[in-house]
Structures are given as C-alpha cells and as structure tokens.
C-alpha cells in the first residue's frame, strides 16, 4: 500500500509569490491534516479535512488556506509569502474516527 | 489549549546504551501516540497506546501510557546508530485534533 505522498519535495519562492502544496492520502483514508514545522516551533498544526470539509484550523493567518477533494486528495495554499513561512510542511491521513495519523515526506519551502 | 511537554529536549548518549525520554500533558488523553522523525523526512509512527497503563513493545523499543492519563514513556534499549532522530510524542483525546509534544533529539556520540 503506497504511503502519504506530497508534492513538490522542494520549492524556493520569491516574497510575495503564492505556493500551493499537495497531497495524496494512503488509500481509504479520507482525512487528511496539515502541519508547520519549523526548528524552533515544532510541528505546528495548520487544519485538518475530512468529506471536501475544513473539520479543526489552527492558529494560522487567512495567507494559508486548503482544500480537499472528492478522492480525499488535498492541497494547501499559502498566499503573500513571507520570509517566515520557509518551513518544512507535513502533511498526514488517517482512518476516520482514528486516532494514528501517517505522515508524508514533507515539501520543504524556502522563501528568499 | 493543551499542552505536551516532552523531556529531555535533547540526549547526547553512547551506543548500547538505553534511552528513556517521557511526555507529561496538563490534562488527560485517550491516546498516545510516539514518533520518531529523521532529518529532512516526515515522522513516522513507532508505537500506539490506548488504554491507561497499558506498556507496548516493538523491538528495542518500548512505551507506556500513564496510568494518570497525562503522561506517556518511551523507552530504547541498546541504542543503534540507527536511533539518531527526533522523538515526539502526540496525545488525543475524543475527535479532538492530536496534540504533539515538542520533541526530544537523540544523538549517539561515536
């Protein structure tokens, strides 16, 4: 069973630009979550999607946004980069209603 | 918000020798969770605990769930080279989102 997958792997942005990061969830996971990790903050938690649904948000401007689709697929969406936002963004599936959570390989964003 | 702290933040240790790091939480979970991350790769699952008290094995490594529900152990046996990476541990409770704790980082100093 192939894992979680995210595309790109790596992605160097201009300020100001816009990225949008994806992700394919393990087959017949249908909820799939985003998280921030930085060295100094740890994995910081963006929002999670389960039915095409925003489910949890967590404490991020309106620059991040994402979407699920009907095949669970999902993207993110970061808006108006700024320097701050180079991070390693992780996304993770899950069974619904499951607690175990399995992450993906990260893309990592740089912003210069 | 909930909050895990997880300690050591960081461990400097010898192979063969045994690692024990812990994550102790302000209120309780029904889960928890441990990963282990390496560099520049997602964290991967280790080990799964769902019940208080409850002690899981795979292979060298070992976890428990408190039996207060707030806290959680991970335990290494004859560390490996292999171990080097950052440990989290994540907590859950009902259909809440999982909490994660901020990561202890093993080294093996050669």
């Known amino acids: 069973k192939a894992g979680v997958t995210q595309t790109p792997r790596y992605l160097i942005k201009t300020r100001g630009q816009q990225v949008t990061l994806s992700c394919s969830p393990i087959?017949?996971?249908?909820?799939v979550s985003w998280y921030q990790q930085t060295p100094g903050q740890g994995l910081q938690f963006l929002f999670e999607?389960?039915?095409?649904?925003?489910?949890n948000k967590g404490n991020f401007p309106g620059r991040f946004s994402g979407r699920q689709f009907s095949n669970s697929r999902s993207e993110m969406n970061v808006s108006t980069l700024e320097l701050g936002d180079s991070a390693l963004y992780l996304c993770a599936s899950s069974l619904v209603g499951a607690p175990e959570a399995f992450f993906g390989q990260g893309t990592r964003l740089t912003v210069v | 918000g909930q909050q895990l702290n997880q300690s050591p933040q960081s461990m400097f240790i010898q192979e063969g020798e045994d690692v024990s790091m812990n994550c102790t939480s302000s209120s309780i979970f029904n889960t928890w969770l441990w990963y282990k991350q390496d560099p520049g790769e997602g964290p991967v699952l280790l080990i799964a605990l769902y019940k208080a008290g409850e002690l899981t094995s795979n292979g060298r490594l070992t976890a428990q769930f408190g039996i207060t529900r707030k806290d959680s152990f991970l335990n290494i046996s004859a560390s490996i080279p292999s171990d080097v990476g950052i440990y989290f541990c994540?907590?859950?409770?009902?259909?809440?989102?999982?909490?994660f704790g901020t990561g202890t980082r093993l080294t093996i100093i050669p």
């Open positions: 087959s017949g996971h249908r909820s």
């Open positions: 994540a907590g859950q409770v009902g259909n809440e989102k999982l909490t």
């Open positions: 999607y389960f039915s095409e649904t925003q489910r």
